[in-house]
């Protein structure tokens, strides 16, 4: 069975450094840092989507996993978690736990993440999840992630799972001098885009846009 799952994995690893690739004109990344990788091998993804999608749980692609939410497409998983450019000591912030399976990756790539999901039954699951498979670096908390985790700030990074309308403010400023923060923009699910926007040690903030993307809507107060 783990053998299974090693090819099963090595070749999803496949098509995300072709699809990598094959973006890199949009993207500026031709290839993906290799930890990014290993955290991909270490999380084993068929633990965060519904028992019944279990055979699918290693195809490029987002599933459905309960309340209209989706765990997102690992290419997306491993290029975000790239564009943060993550360091072992860096601490964390995500917004839109879902499944946890982000959460897990980040998990293995920094030292600390804190995660904000909106829907509680979500948050829970995810808590759980994650607990029972000994990450103890992670912290879930239910609530509207748009104001951010002010207490733990500031974040060396900062991810967003779900489209904003615009960038909530609260996280720019939760974000570190020198940090940078990914998130998917635009309303509807055309017309998106994923951005990254970095903050200088002025504090002077700066977006570039990455990739047209497909997310599923941010909801609660700090996005309207
Ligand atoms: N990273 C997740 C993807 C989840 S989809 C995974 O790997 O599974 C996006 C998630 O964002 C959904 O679970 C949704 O409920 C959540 N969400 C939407 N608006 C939110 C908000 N304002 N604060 C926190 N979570 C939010």
């Known amino acids: 069975m783990a053998e ?11 098509e995300i450094r072709d699809e990598v690739r094959a973006t890199a004109h949009l993207t500026g990344r031709s290839v993906l840092d290799r930890r990014v990788f290993d955290a991909l091998r270490a999380v084993p993804r068929r633990a965060f989507v519904p028992v019944d999608l279990a055979a699918s749980a290693y ?31 860096d601490v964390v912030l995500e917004v839109g736990t879902g499944s946890g399976y982000q959460t897990a990756v980040l998990a293995c790539l920094v030292r600390q993440v804190y995660s904000v999901e909106i829907i509680d039954a979500l948050a829970e699951q ?42 909530p403010p609260a996280l720019i400023e939760q974000l570190r001098p020198g940090g940078t923060l990914v998130i998917p923009v635009g309303s509807g699910y055309f017309g998106q885009e994923l951005i990254t926007l970095g903050k200088d040690e002025a504090g002077q903030v700066s977006e570039r846009r990455v990739l047209p993307v497909a997310f599923v809507p941010l909801t609660g107060g700090a996005s309207d």
């Open 59 to 89: 195809a490029n692609h987002p599933l459905p996993i309960g309340h209209g939410q989706t765990i997102s497409q690992p290419y997306i998983v491993a290029l975000m978690s790239d564009l943060i450019r993550p360091e072992p000591d």
């Open 126 to 167: 995810a808590r759980r999840r994650l607990q029972r498979m000994g990450f103890d670096n992670v912290e879930v908390r239910s609530g509207d992630g748009g104001l951010g985790w002010p207490e733990h700030a500031p974040y060396d990074a900062i991810m967003v799972t779900a489209a904003a309308r615009s960038v």
């Open 4 to 14: 299974d799952r090693d090819w099963e994995v090595e070749l999803l690893l496949d």
